[in-house]
């Protein structure tokens, strides 16, 4: 009995005593915990424990390494109450701790952190990605060479994907995967010795992550936590790592079919091209363009949707420069364009034949092109956009010149789309690029007649008059007044230069029978911008001789021209004079002289004004036109006004291009 008495004396003594014979960091941690979980950590005991922490530093690693076990210990037990207060006062000390030997809480802490993480409690996968979010935010003293984050890159991209059945579960794991994302993006993309994010292995499970959310923009969904994650990432990217962070871009939009419609692939590249530094946006173009070439025999709809990204791209950029090989922006655009029209043509878009292609897929295409080429080209310079201009028009084929063309049809659409893609081109007329502009308004087909005209006053109407132009008419043919100035030196050497070469091309554009409507209002429209863009007296006076000899060929028995083009002829004569008579300098006679004349064709013919073109021709005098100059400071042209206008071709305005056209 004496002995049973002893060993439960030493055994209480025993017990009593070994909480006391405790390490001193232990019963710290341990008084931190309550009785009742719910009522949370004992924030007394809790400063204590911190004291301790910043007082001898070296226990810090003990004393994380005892909190890991406590909380794993707690975790097995599915007491996560006990586990929520473990990981709050490792928040605490890792606040609390901003010394050299805060790498000593972190490997535990991050230990911990993977092992809620890794269970199957959605709850706990919010705590602990919220708790790495408050990590990610303090910033260290000193660097870690041994520290790794792929495990976090991994989770929180698979929470992104989270597909749980309750929605706002699903909601929530989407949204800490995301935050969780961020706090990685943030605590390693600027410290060199930390993982490299930028590589392709995480760009890969990050980038796709993001998007799948960004692209699920309802209200239900992390949309805006996404984009602005998605933003953080683009703005730290450095010239070296913006290909890596574009191509999963690329490779998503393709595997989920986002070209298609380009709403939402439209939107990922202006988040991009907003976020990323200015001067790496050439590198998303060039990305984009390498993915086009590499899609040139996908459907249409894909091609087109990369062209949109495309052009929305560049209007963002707007920098002045697309990169180092500006040309080769637009060789690879007009490439596309002359392989969709042989797509067009041949109604496959592969050689094998398999694939079929409609031409209103392929004619959305070319438009898109078109579209992105004078988009790419506004952002450009005047000096770079004229070298575009001869780029472009040197890849025009010219019948003679250039080899064969394959079938008529396909020579004749790319003629057609490449001359579409010049009228984006809004610049001035270089010499060397207007003779082979001119040579293409003497071809056979009246729609590149056209495209020439449009283009011809495109590049000549810089204060945008063509659009105040509603139709033509002989009375007010204008929505608002027609703008117009002095006349710059520039424009004066041009005009002096060149105006002959352009009269004549436009007096022989005239004379085909197979024009049309839509041609005597481009020449309508064409007369009035020179009028009013190249005022001086010499070019309206040299105007008005190519009026009158244009309404002299409405007359004449020598030109094979339907009584509905010599009536269009006098129309739009008369309409222009109107124009000319009202909006530049010459005298008030003038203008009542033209007015009488077509009040007296309002009367007597009809069908000489644009208003009713009938078939009847008259004949127009231009004598009353120099007497109401007379007495003006018009009165020294009346003698070469009184020269009938003949096309000027010299050898010093003679070209090949011209030689060419005139045989054809």
Not at 124 to 150: C, G, M, Q
Not at 254 to 280: K, T
Not at 283 to 299: E, F, T, W, Y
Request: proline share 6%; hydrophobic share 40%; with cysteine.
């Amino acid at each position: 009995l004496f002995a049973l008495n002893m060993l439960f004396f030493l055994n209480y003594c025993v017990c009593g005593c070994c909480w006391a014979l405790r390490p001193r960091y232990k019963r710290l941690v341990d008084n931190i915990f309550p009785e009742d979980p719910e009522d949370g950590l004992v924030k007394a005991n809790m400063e204590k424990l911190t004291f301790f922490a910043l007082s001898a530093p070296e226990k810090l690693d003990r004393i994380a390494a005892y909190l890991s076990e406590r909380l794993t210990r707690e975790l097995n037990r599915h007491r996560y109450g006990y586990v929520c207060i473990a990981l709050e006062a490792m928040e605490q000390l890792l606040l609390a701790c901003h010394c050299q030997s805060i790498n000593l809480l972190v490997e535990s802490f991050l230990g911990t952190l993977r092992l809620l993480l890794e269970a199957d409690r959605p709850h706990l996968h919010i705590l602990a990605t919220s708790s790495f979010v408050k990590f990610a935010n303090i910033e260290e003293d000193t660097p870690s060479y041994h520290r790794s984050y792929d495990f976090f890159v991994s989770r929180f991209s698979e929470m992104c994907h989270s597909d749980h059945e309750d929605p706002d579960t699903r909601i929530k794991i989407r949204v800490s995967g995301i935050r969780g994302l961020q706090g990685v993006i943030r605590k390693t993309v600027d410290d060199e010795l930390q993982v490299n994010i930028w590589e392709p292995r995480h760009m890969e499970q990050i980038v796709p992550a993001l998007l799948v959310n960004l692209e699920q923009g309802n209200s239900d969904s992390p949309a805006e936590q996404t984009e602005v994650c998605f933003r953080e990432l683009l703005g730290r990217a450095a010239y070296g790592h913006i290909n890596n962070a574009i191509r999963p871009v690329l490779m998503h939009l393709d595997s989920r079919s986002l070209w298609e419609g380009g709403g939402f692939a439209v939107r990922c590249f202006q988040i991009i091209m907003f976020s990323i530094q200015s001067q790496h946006s050439h590198l998303v173009i060039q990305q984009l363009l390498g993915h086009l070439d590499a899609n040139s025999r996908s459907p249409a709809s894909v091609r087109a949707g990369i062209v949109e990204v495309l052009s929305e791209a560049a209007v963002i950029e707007a920098t002045g420069s697309v990169g180092p090989t500006v040309l080769e922006v637009f060789n690879t655009l007009l490439r596309q364009l002359r392989q969709s029209v042989d797509y067009q043509l041949t109604g496959y878009y592969d050689n094998a034949g398999k694939h079929k292609t409609t031409s209103f897929h392929e004619k959305t295409l070319q438009d898109a092109v078109i579209k992105t080429i004078g988009s790419f080209a506004n952002t450009l310079p005047v000096y770079q956009r004229s070298e575009v201009m001869l780029f472009i028009m040197g890849k025009i084929p010219v019948p003679g010149i250039y080899p064969a063309l394959g079938s008529p049809n396909t020579g004749r659409m790319i003629q057609v789309m490449l001359l579409k893609s010049l009228s984006n081109l809004l610049t001035a007329l270089p010499s060397s690029f207007l003779e082979p502009l001119l040579s293409f308004t003497l071809m056979d087909d009246p729609e590149i007649r056209l495209l020439v005209l449009s283009i011809l006053t495109s590049l000549i109407d810089r204060r945008h008059n063509a659009a105040r132009i509603t139709a033509v008419r002989s009375g007010p043919a204008c929505r608002t007044p027609l703008s117009s100035g002095r006349l710059i030196k520039p424009d004066n050497l041009f005009i002096r230069k060149h105006a002959q070469r352009l009269y004549r091309h436009v007096f022989l554009a005239c004379k085909e029978e197979s024009n049309g409507p839509s041609h005597y209002q481009a020449l309508f429209i064409l007369l009035v911008v020179l009028s009013v863009e190249l005022v001086s007296e010499e070019v309206l006076v040299d105007l008005i001789r190519l009026i009158l000899a244009l309404q002299e060929m409405g007359v004449s028995n020598q030109e094979s021209l339907s009584v509905w083009n010599r009536c269009s002829l006098h129309a739009v004569c008369a309409a222009a004079l109107h124009v000319l008579s009202q909006t530049g300098p010459p005298p008030p006679p003038l203008h009542q002289h033209v007015t009488q004349v077509i009040e007296s064709r309002q009367k007597g013919a009809p069908h000489l004004l644009p208003e009713s073109v009938l078939c009847d021709q008259p004949r127009y005098q231009n004598k009353p036109v120099c007497e109401a100059l007379t007495g003006s400071s018009y009165s020294t042209q009346c003698e070469r006004l009184n020269t009938p206008y003949t096309p000027q071709l010299t050898g010093k305005h003679s070209s090949p291009y011209n030689t060419v056209i005139l045989h054809c």
